[in-house]
C-alpha cells in the first residue's frame, strides 16, 4: 500500500493547477482545461480515500501491520469517480459547444472580450429587445378605446 | 293604543328622515313636506299619548326591539309610557313642529356658493334629532336610551357643522361632540356599573331595586355620579358647558331645537326618570344642586356681558337648566312627585327659549347679523315681532303670570321648603336662585332694551326706514310671497348682504311658529289649576313667589330703564376688565385649554413621534435595506465569466474553512 501522501499532493497539485487555469487564463479553453484539473483532482481524493479502511485516517494501520479489511464492497469513492468523469465529459461537451459558438459569433475565445451580461458592459441594456419598439406606440391606441366607448 | 302612539312618536320623525333624505333628494318642496308632516304626525301621536297616559293610567313596557341576550345578562330593548314621557314628548313634538316650519322659510333657496342651506340634509337631520330625543325620553331601558343618547349627539353635531364651509361652525361642531362625548362616557359607564352592581339595565327595576335598598350603596352613588356627568354634558352644566355657546355657529333654529326640545332637556330628563335611584344616595343630588347652582349663577353673569344675542341666549340657557337641574336635585318629596318642579320648569323654558331663539332668528334675518350692537328699534320697525320677542323676555325672567314666572317660582319654592328642612343645599340653591332671578332680569331686559327700544343701529336704520310696517298679516301666506333674498345661511355671513331697503318681509311660515310658541309661553300655569300627577308636587309658596318676582321686575326695570339714561346696553357700566372676563364666560374655555386641551395635544404629539420615529422606522428601513443591498449585489454582475469563477472558488474556500473549523 502506497503513503497517502503521493496522492495528496497530487491532488493539491492538481487543484492549484485548476484554480490558476479558471481565474487567470483569458482562453475559454484553457479555462475549460483549469476546471477540468479541478475535477481530477476530487477523482484523485475520492478514489484515494475509497481505499482507506474502516474508521477513516485514524484506523490506518502502522507499517508492517497487516491491512484491515476493506469494509466498503462497493468501493463508494471509486464509484463517485466514476460519477465525476461522467459529469465532467458532459460538462466538457455542453461547455466546448458553448466556446465553439462564442468563437463563430465573435471570431474570439477570450473570455474578457464578452462581457455583455456584466452591467459594467457598455454594450448593456436592461430591454434587449424594447429599445427597437416604438415606446409609447400602443398607449394611445389603447387610451382610446375606453373613451371612444363612452361617448 | 298607548303603545302604538308612543312607537309612533319615534318611528314618524326617523321615517320622515330617512325619506327626506332618500325621497326628497334635489326636490326641496318633497324635502320640507317630509321634514314638516314628519313632526306633525309625531306631535299627534305624542299628544294622544298624552291623553290616553292621563286617562288610563302609564304603560311599563312596550315592546321595541325585541331582547339582547348577552350571555348572563338579557337586555329588554323595550319602550315605556307615562306622564313624564308622554308630557316631555308633546313639549318636543311641538318645538320640533314649529322649528321645522319655521326652517322651511328660514333655509330656503339654494344658498350662497360660500354658505348653501342644504336643506334636505337639514330637515332630515332635524327630524332624527327628534326621533333621537323621543327615544330618549321613552325608553325603559338604559341600553336604549343611550342609544338615542348618541344618535343626538350625532344629530347635533351634524346640525351645529351645518354650515361646514365655515372653519369657526366646524371647530364648534367638533367641540359640541366631544364635550358632550366627556359626558356621555359616564353614561356607558354607569350602564356598565349598573349592569355589574344591579344585574339589569331596565330603568323600571333599577328604580324599583333603588327604591327597595337592593342594590350595594357604592355602586349606586358610582352610577349616579356617572350618569351626571352625562347630564352635565348633554345639558351644558358647569363644568361641561362651554360648547352650548359655541354652538350657536349652527342655524338659529337648530339653536331653537337643541335648547328648547332636545340635547339640553335630555340632562335634566335623565335626572328625573333616575330618580329614585338619585334618592337612594342623597350625595348625588348634593352635587347636582351644587352644580346647578354654579351654572345658574355663572351662566346668568356671563350672559350679562354678552355683546352677541345668540350667545347670550345660549347663556340663559346654561342658566335655565341649572334652575330645572336644581328643582330636580333640591326634592324633598320621597317619590317620584319631586320632578315635578324641574320638569314644569323644562316644560315652560322649552316654550320660552324655542319663542327666544325664532324670534331671534327673525331679527337675525332682519338685520344680518347676530351682534348686539347692529341691532335696535325692532319696536318701531316689526312691532309684533318685538311683542312676541318681549313675551319670550318675560317669560324667561319670570315675570308673572307668564308660564315662566310659576315654574321658576315653583323650583324657588321647592329650594325654600328643602332650605326650612334642614339641608345645605337648598339654601345654596334658594339663594343662587334668587341671585339669578335678579340676572335673569337684568339680562332680559338688556337685551329687550338694545333690541327693541335702542336706536336703529347702522344698515338697519337705513333698511327700514322705509318700510316700518313690513310685517305680514298672519294667516294670509297666499299673498306672502318669498323674497328671493331671505335665504339665510350662515346666520351672520350670509345675512350680511341684505341690504336692500324696504324689502323686509318675514315669511308667514317664520312669523305662524312664533305665535304658536307664545301661546304655552303665556298660559302655562294654567295647568296648575287642575294639575296632574306629574306636576301634582308643583306649588309655589307666596312669599318665595313674590321675592322671586320682584327681584326679576327690579332687574328687567333696571335694565330698560337704561335707555332713558342715554345707553341702551347697561353692560357698559360694568367695569371693562369684569365685562372682558364675563364675555368670556369666565375664561372656563382658557382654563380648559390649559388643563386638558394642551397635555392632550402635548400626549398626542409624543403618541405620534413615536409612531413615526419607533413603530414606522422599521416600515421605512425595508426599502432602504433592500435598495442597498441591490446596489451592493448588482456590483458583482460584472458579464466577467472568470470573475463569477472566483466567486465560486471563494464560495468553495469558505466552505471548505467552516467544514475544517466546524467540524
Not at chain 1, 490506518?60 to 468501493?75: N, R, W
Not at chain 2, 386638558?596 to 414606522?616: E, F, G, T
Request: proline share 5%.
Amino acid at each position: 500500500m502506497i503513503h497517502l501522501i503521493g496522492p495528496a499532493v497530487l491532488a493539491s497539485a492538481l487543484a492549484g493547477i485548476g484554480v490558476y487555469g479558471l481565474l487567470a487564463r483569458r482562453n475559454a479553453v484553457l479555462v475549460l482545461i483549469g476546471a477540468e484539473l479541478l475535477l481530477n483532482a476530487a477523482n484523485v481524493l475520492l478514489v484515494t480515500a475509497s481505499a482507506l479502511p474502516a474508521g477513516g485516517l485514524a484506523a490506518i494501520p502502522d507499517p508492517g501491520e497487516a491491512p484491515g479489511e476493506i469494509t466498503d464492497p462497493l468501493l463508494s469513492g471509486q464509484v463517485m469517480a466514476i460519477f465525476v468523469i461522467t459529469i465532467a465529459a458532459a460538462e466538457i461537451g455542453v461547455a466546448l459547444a458553448i466556446v465553439l459558438l462564442l468563437f463563430r459569433a465573435r471570431q474570439t475565445a477570450d473570455l474578457t472580450a464578452v462581457e455583455e451580461l456584466g452591467e459594467a458592459s457598455p454594450t448593456y441594456t436592461e430591454n434587449p429587445t424594447g429599445a427597437a419598439e416604438p415606446a409609447g406606440a400602443a398607449q394611445p391606441a389603447g387610451a382610446a378605446q375606453p373613451a371612444g366607448g363612452s361617448s | 293604543m298607548i303603545e302604538s302612539a308612543a312607537l309612533l312618536t319615534i318611528v314618524l320623525p326617523a321615517t320622515a328622515a330617512v325619506l327626506g333624505l332618500a325621497m326628497g333628494g334635489r326636490s326641496r318642496p318633497w324635502a320640507g313636506d317630509w321634514a314638516v308632516v314628519g313632526s306633525l304626525s309625531a306631535l299627534v301621536a305624542a299628544v294622544v299619548e298624552l291623553v290616553q297616559v292621563l286617562r288610563h293610567g302609564p304603560v311599563t313596557s312596550i315592546g321595541f326591539l325585541g331582547r339582547v341576550e348577552l350571555g348572563t345578562f338579557s337586555i329588554g330593548l323595550d319602550l315605556r309610557a307615562d306622564q313624564l314621557s308622554a308630557t316631555v314628548a308633546v313639549a318636543v313634538a311641538v318645538v320640533a313642529l314649529c322649528v321645522q316650519v319655521y326652517s322651511t322659510a328660514y333655509l330656503s333657496g339654494p344658498g350662497t356658493p360660500e354658505a348653501p342651506t342644504r336643506y334636505p340634509a337639514y330637515a332630515a337631520t332635524v327630524s332624527l334629532f327628534t326621533a333621537a330625543m323621543m327615544l330618549v325620553i321613552h325608553s325603559g331601558d338604559l341600553v336604549l336610551l343611550l342609544i338615542g343618547w348618541e344618535a343626538m349627539g350625532l344629530a347635533s353635531y351634524l346640525l351645529v357643522g351645518h354650515h361646514s364651509e365655515r372653519a369657526s361652525a366646524r371647530a364648534a361642531a367638533m367641540k359640541a361632540f366631544l364635550v358632550t362625548r366627556v359626558g356621555d362616557l359616564g353614561v356607558l359607564f354607569a350602564v356598565v356599573v349598573l349592569l355589574a352592581g344591579a344585574q339589569t339595565t331596565s330603568i323600571a327595576q333599577i328604580t324599583q331595586a333603588a327604591t327597595d335598598g337592593e342594590i350595594g350603596h357604592g355602586t349606586l352613588l358610582a352610577s349616579a355620579l356617572l350618569l351626571l356627568g352625562g347630564v352635565a354634558g348633554k345639558s351644558a352644566q358647569f363644568p361641561l358647558h362651554t360648547w352650548l355657546p359655541d354652538a350657536m355657529e349652527g342655524p338659529t333654529p337648530v339653536s331653537a331645537l337643541i335648547h328648547a326640545a332636545t340635547m339640553v332637556a335630555a340632562g335634566v330628563f335623565l335626572v328625573a326618570r333616575m330618580l329614585p335611584l338619585y334618592l337612594a344616595v342623597p350625595g348625588a343630588l348634593q352635587v347636582a344642586a351644587v352644580i346647578a347652582a354654579i351654572s345658574m349663577v355663572g351662566a346668568a353673569l356671563a350672559a350679562l356681558a354678552q355683546d352677541d344675542l345668540k350667545r347670550l341666549l345660549a347663556y340663559s340657557t346654561i342658566s335655565q337648566v341649572a334652575y330645572m337641574l336644581a328643582g330636580v336635585a333640591v326634592t324633598q318629596a320621597g317619590g317620584v312627585e319631586g320632578i315635578g318642579p324641574g320638569i314644569f320648569h323644562l316644560l315652560s323654558h322649552a316654550a320660552f327659549k324655542a319663542l327666544l331663539f325664532l324670534a331671534a332668528g327673525c331679527v337675525i334675518h332682519l338685520v344680518g347679523s347676530t351682534m348686539l350692537a347692529d341691532m335696535g328699534g325692532l319696536l318701531r320697525t316689526h312691532r309684533a315681532l318685538a311683542v312676541l320677542f318681549g313675551i319670550g323676555l318675560a317669560g324667561l325672567a319670570g315675570v308673572p303670570p307668564l308660564g315662566g314666572f310659576w315654574s321658576k317660582e315653583a323650583v324657588l319654592t321647592a329650594a325654600d321648603e328643602a332650605a326650612h328642612a334642614g339641608s345645605w343645599v337648598g339654601w345654596v340653591v334658594l339663594l343662587a336662585g334668587l341671585g339669578t332671578s335678579l340676572l335673569t332680569g337684568l339680562y332680559a331686559g338688556r337685551a329687550w332694551s338694545i333690541v327693541a327700544l335702542g336706536p336703529p343701529a347702522g344698515s338697519l336704520e337705513a333698511a327700514l326706514v322705509g318700510a316700518p310696517d313690513a310685517l305680514p298679516a298672519i294667516g294670509d301666506a297666499e299673498t306672502e310671497e318669498p323674497h328671493e333674498t331671505l335665504a339665510p345661511g350662515a346666520d351672520a355671513a350670509l345675512h350680511a348682504r341684505h341690504a336692500a331697503p324696504g324689502t323686509h318681509h318675514l315669511p308667514a311660515a317664520m312669523m305662524l311658529p312664533l305665535y304658536l310658541l307664545a301661546i304655552p309661553t303665556l298660559t302655562l300655569g294654567v295647568v296648575l289649576i287642575n294639575p296632574p300627577a306629574l306636576l301634582s308636587g308643583v306649588h309655589v309658596d307666596l312669599v318665595t313667589g313674590v321675592t322671586g318676582a320682584m327681584l326679576s321686575l327690579a332687574g328687567l326695570g333696571w335694565a330698560m330703564s337704561a335707555p332713558r339714561l342715554g345707553a341702551p346696553d347697561i353692560a357698559i357700566a360694568l367695569p371693562d376688565g369684569t365685562r372682558a372676563l364675563l364675555l368670556d364666560g369666565f375664561r372656563v374655555d382658557a382654563v380648559q385649554q390649559a388643563l386638558i386641551v394642551r397635555p392632550v395635544l402635548a400626549l398626542a404629539r409624543v403618541v405620534k413621534a413615536a409612531d413615526w420615529s419607533v413603530i414606522d422606522a422599521y416600515v421605512r428601513a425595508v426599502p432602504i435595506t433592500a435598495r442597498t443591498g441591490g446596489n451592493l449585489l448588482r456590483r458583482a454582475q460584472t458579464g466577467l465569466a472568470t470573475a463569477y469563477a472566483a466567486w465560486l472558488v471563494l464560495g468553495a474556500v469558505v466552505i471548505a474553512i467552516a467544514g475544517v473549523v466546524l467540524a
